[in-house]
């Protein structure tokens, strides 16, 4: 999927635990996406991060669920005190710099699925 | 953005063409039409999308009616590789939230040998 890499690629946390996943865009993209897709469903935009900000975190449950994109490193969704809800598939895109590009492309990771038991 | 209403299964035979609809009765404007794909188990891969004119790519055609009320995403030579739900959106080209792409249901294409 043209670059975006996630990993794990499968996650297996039990009630109550953290999950951490990771995402590394591709080369030369700003700009970071994550999704989630429960069973059956279409994939549901979650946030959308540049370094070092949160742009648009509106399709973010309220509680437990964090996402980072830093300076240095990977974009990370985080989510505290796992419940079997929350088992679905995450996906992660990227796009190049969103100034320079009026009609820009989402490069999909193959995501993590994880699985909460 | 505008909602989109796509059947929930179709199937084609290997080497025939396969012809998507869409329906977006409510789109504005300056509304794109984007078509992604999703086979099985991986993440949405963007197929091709379009304005107001017919348009082509190495993996697909895209015929939007005059009203741009709908359209046909158009794989030419389907193969059983093509077998994937296909999920049509519509989209702002700029400014407010038209970074967030909104996935329905799609339709699941199955191509038979």
């Known amino acids: 999927n043209a670059g975006v890499m996630q990993n794990p690629r499968h996650l297996v946390r039990r009630r109550g635990q953290e999950a951490r996943l990771r995402c590394s865009p591709m080369k030369g993209h700003s700009h970071v996406y994550w999704y989630r897709q429960l069973p059956e469903e279409g994939l549901k935009f979650m946030v959308y991060?540049?370094?070092?900000?949160?742009?648009?975190e509106s399709g973010m449950p309220k509680e437990r669920f964090s996402a980072e994109f830093p300076k240095e490193g990977p974009s990370i969704l985080r989510i505290q005190q796992v419940v079997r809800g929350d088992s679905a598939a995450y996906f992660c895109?990227?796009?190049?710099?969103?100034?320079?590009?009026?009609?820009?492309?989402?490069?999909f990771g193959p995501g993590t699925r994880l699985t909460v038991t | 953005d505008a909602k989109t209403t796509q059947p929930p299964s179709m199937d084609c035979a290997e080497g025939r063409a396969a012809n998507l609809p869409c329906n977006h009765s409510t789109i504005s404007g300056n509304e794109y039409v984007y078509w992604y794909r999703q086979i099985h188990s991986q993440g949405p891969q963007y197929i091709i999308h379009?304005?107001?004119n017919n348009e082509t790519n190495e993996m697909a055609s895209l015929i939007i009616t005059e009203d741009r009320k709908s359209s046909t995403l158009i794989l030419p030579h389907a193969t059983l590789r093509d077998t994937a739900v296909y999920y049509c959106?519509?989209?702002?080209?700029?400014?407010?939230?038209?970074?967030?792409?909104?996935f329905g249901k799609g339709t699941l294409l199955t191509v038979n040998p």
């Open positions: 379009g304005l107001k």
């Open positions: 895109a990227s796009s190049p710099n969103r100034v320079l590009f009026s009609l820009y492309e989402q490069y």
């Open positions: 991060l540049q370094k070092e900000n949160i742009i648009d």
């Open positions: 959106i519509v989209r702002v080209d700029s400014g407010g939230s038209n970074y967030k792409l909104t």
